[in-house]
């Protein structure tokens, strides 16, 4: 998937996205209201948590897309596919979540869901890292095709 049309898409769902978060999540009857000076400070993270679900959404497709594509199944890639779209487009409604919020039970159900969800899938993603990083460590460095080699020592390599 082009680029170009990754950044659209994050950007095309970015923007609907922070508009419909007051009104999915409306501010609870009596919450303060933020001083004019905080305000900025409060936006954005606001603006960064949807652009982070356009990405998102964008890698769900573009990386689902080459998922679906390979040959072999693997679980671990598969829930480390999850876990990293789970990791972007949570941000938003975690964040909104937290505002709207008025009882220490809902402090709770956001903890569980989104926290513990994020550690979770984190520890996926560190895994399957760690897994593909090592997997190249028993084969030989590819040799240099390089024409700018210094001569050998031997002198078997170009002379001056």
Not at 71 to 79: F, H, N, T
Not at 117 to 129: A, E, M
Not at 143 to 149: A, E, I
């Amino acid at each position: 998937m082009p680029r170009t049309l990754l950044a659209l898409l994050t950007i095309g769902l970015a923007i609907p996205v922070f508009i419909l978060s007051r009104v999915l999540w409306p501010d609870p009857p009596g919450a303060p209201l933020p001083p004019a000076g905080l305000l900025p400070f409060l936006l954005v993270p606001a603006v960064f948590e949807a652009l982070a679900f356009g990405a998102g959404m964008a890698f769900l497709i573009a990386a689902g897309r080459a998922l679906t594509r390979r040959e072999r199944r693997d679980g671990l890639a598969i829930a480390a596919y999850a876990s990293a779209v789970w990791a972007l487009v949570s941000w938003w409604p975690h964040s909104n979540m937290h505002r709207a919020n008025t009882t220490l039970e809902g402090l709770v159900v956001i903890d569980w869901t989104f926290h513990l969800s994020l550690i979770l899938g984190s520890g996926i993603i560190g895994v399957y890292l760690y897994r593909v990083l090592n997997s190249g460590t028993n084969r030989q460095p590819a040799q240099s095709t390089r024409s700018d080699r210094l001569p050998d020592v031997q002198g078997s390599g170009p002379t001056a």
